[in-house]
């Protein structure tokens, strides 16, 4: 006869911390799969209330894209995808009991909103992206602004602004003075940003920022490597090399900045730029507080993961996208810091940790490179495919600007359906002809 009073089994908690595009779609995924059923109890803890999509940053820092509209809200998604969401960031994990602790959280005046609290869980998974790394050159951290979060990039946005306004009300016949934009470093973040900035002095001018001509937004790019993109192949790198040397954006190669000052870049063969305004956007790290928790982290604080991106040595705890040294096939090489990798192990990881609640083995993560998207604003975009089907296809013009677009549409539908993605294309295509072109405030 089975004990009537016997307390149901209670679902196992899944935690996922960070709540970038990886560790969005996985909480989104986990909870249609096993939190609508009941199978688990899904939560994502993030520090802000709202996800946007990190490529998208530098369109935000140039004003071409307003944020407030393509931001995605976690407490409505978490409703309408079954998990919870804690807002939060995590200080420490105690393993022995399965709890990780979230940092208080205080309002813009600096009182406490909500004490610092602990969460349990059964399964852990880290996916907190990484930072720009600065690399310690002296007077980067004091001069430069990063394009790590929403909030920075709108700072420069601001800044830009303010150059612009500070320009239009100068008196007429004074002496213009150029504006000055350094952009260190020349991976997709630095190349795209120098094509969207060209594009928005064309569109303030337009807008009646009249007193400095586009030719008086000075955009250099200073880039350690002989050449730009140097993570990606040449022959993405020479068109793009070649447009942005048309737009008027000065280049200069092989050569890393040795210090930062307020009004200037010093680099490594003593050539000095003047800047206004210091962009850094070379290199990553995932952020320090890795290294605290006890876990093997690499020289810039990266979880070391195993091929089914479990944390080596643990049993529940997972990590995955920047934050995470997965190792591909080749020895001694790791999955590079991408978006499209960062989606692929999610997919993978929501079907692992189906399977081990199942009871059923997990499958190992295998990095598949689909190829390379660089959007060069209204101008141009460069790329190529790679594919069982197309191999490795070369494309420039409009129809690399059309993939580079699909990107972010199949981010949006892994997190709201097709119908909704649907929608949301019919909604852009309905509103564009009532907005500005670039954001004004």
Request: proline fraction near 5%; charged fraction near 20%; charge should be neutral.
């Amino acid at each position: 006869m089975s004990d009537s009073n016997a307390s149901p089994a209670v679902p196992p908690r899944i935690v996922v911390v960070g709540g970038g595009a990886g560790g969005l779609e996985l909480a989104t995924r986990l909870g249609r799969k096993l939190g609508r059923k009941g199978k688990a109890r899904i939560t994502l803890v993030d520090a802000n209330m709202t996800h946007i999509w990190k490529p998208l940053l530098h369109e935000v820092a140039a004003g071409s894209l307003n944020s407030t509209e393509d931001e995605l809200n976690y407490v409505a998604q978490g409703k309408w995808n079954h998990f919870n969401f804690q807002l939060g960031a995590m200080t420490s994990l105690d393993r022995e009991r399965r709890t990780i602790q979230l940092a208080a959280i205080h309002d813009e005046n600096g009182d406490e909103l909500i004490a610092p609290r602990e969460l349990d869980y059964d399964y852990l998974v880290i996916s907190v992206g990484s930072t720009t790394n600065d690399f310690n050159t002296p007077g980067a951290a004091e001069h430069c602004l990063f394009l790590d979060t929403r909030a920075q990039a709108e700072r420069f946005h601001r800044s830009l602004l303010n150059q612009y306004m500070k320009a239009q009300a100068s008196e007429r016949g004074a002496t213009r003075e150029p504006i000055n934009v350094a952009i260190i470093g020349a991976g997709a973040t630095g190349v795209e940003l120098s094509a969207e900035l060209h594009h928005a002095a064309q569109m303030l001018r337009a807008y009646g920022f009249n007193r400095i001509s586009p030719e008086d937004l000075n955009i250099n790019i200073i880039e350690a490597s002989p050449r730009l993109l140097p993570a990606l192949p040449e022959r993405i790198s020479g068109p793009v090399t070649e447009i942005l040397r048309d737009l008027g954006v000065h280049l200069h190669t092989g050569s890393p900045v040795k210090e930062v000052k307020a009004d200037r870049l010093v680099l490594g063969n003593g050539e000095e730029i003047p800047a206004s305004l210091k962009v850094w956007a070379a290199g990553i790290r995932a952020p320090a507080f890795l290294a605290t928790l006890g876990m093997p982290t690499n020289r810039i604080n990266q979880l070391e993961v195993d091929r089914t991106l479990k944390v080596n040595g643990e049993e529940r705890i997972y990590a995955f996208g920047d934050c995470a040294a997965c190792p591909t096939d080749e020895p001694g090489k790791f999955v590079p810091p991408r978006a499209q990798a960062a989606h692929q192990q999610a997919s993978l990881l929501a079907k692992n940790l189906c399977r081990l609640l199942e009871g059923k083995p997990q499958s190992e993560y295998t990095y598949r490179d689909y190829g390379s998207l660089i959007s060069l604003s209204s101008f141009s975009a460069v790329g190529n495919l790679m594919g069982n089907l197309t191999g490795n296809v070369m494309l420039e013009g409009r129809l690399a600007r059309m993939f580079y677009v699909s990107l972010y549409r199949m981010h949006q539908m892994a997190l709201y359906g097709v119908p909704r993605t649907l929608m949301l294309m019919l909604s852009d295509q309905f509103g564009r002809p009532t907005e500005p072109r670039l954001k004004l405030h």
